[in-house]
C-alpha cells in the first residue's frame, strides 16, 4: 500500500495499476500569501475541507466553506478559492470518472492558469457560524 506524504500527491504518474482514481492530494490556502488559479477538470472533483474559512466559486455561485466541508465539484465546472478568512487545509481527489478526461487543472485562459492572488480578509458577518 502505497504512503503519500505532505508535498506529494496520487497521479496518473506514480499511482497503483489497480487504483482507478485520477488524483488525490491536499492543498492549503494561507491568509497570507495565498494563492489559486480558476481552473476546472476534465473528471468530478471532491474537496474535504479540514481547517479553516473561506469563499469559493462553484456552480456559478460563490459559497463560504469552513472546516468539516465536503466540495463536489462535476466534470467542466469551473471552481476557485477567491477569500480566505482562517487559513484553508483540505483534501482533494479526481474521480476519475467519467472515464477517458486529463487529470489536473485545465484552464479557459492563459491569466486563469497563472492564478491569482487570494485575499485574506476578515471574516464577513453574514459566514455561517456551525
Known amino acids: 500500500m502505497p504512503v503519500y506524504e505532505p508535498g506529494t500527491w496520487l497521479h ?11 488524483t488525490i492530494g491536499r492543498f492549503a490556502v494561507p491568509v497570507e500569501g495565498g494563492r489559486f488559479d480558476r481552473h476546472h477538470h476534465d473528471d468530478h472533483e471532491i474537496w474535504f475541507i479540514g481547517a479553516g474559512k473561506a469563499k469559493i ?9 469552513q472546516a468539516g466541508d465536503i466540495v463536489v465539484t462535476q466534470a467542466g465546472d469551473t471552481h476557485d ?17 467519467p472515464a477517458g478526461g486529463r487529470t489536473g487543472h485545465l484552464h479557459a485562459s492563459e491569466t486563469d492558469a497563472a ?3 487570494v485575499p485574506g ?9 456551525r
Request: hydrophobic share 30%; glycine share 12%.
Open 115 to 117: 492564478g491569482h492572488d
Open 121 to 129: 480578509l476578515p471574516l464577513p458577518a453574514d459566514f455561517p457560524s
Open 57 to 65: 466559486l462553484t456552480d456559478g455561485v460563490e459559497r463560504y466553506v
Open 81 to 97: 478559492v477567491v477569500e480566505v478568512y482562517e487559513s484553508v487545509t483540505g483534501f482533494f481527489t479526481e474521480t476519475g470518472h
Open 12 to 22: 496518473p504518474g506514480n499511482r497503483p495499476e489497480w487504483c482507478e482514481i485520477g
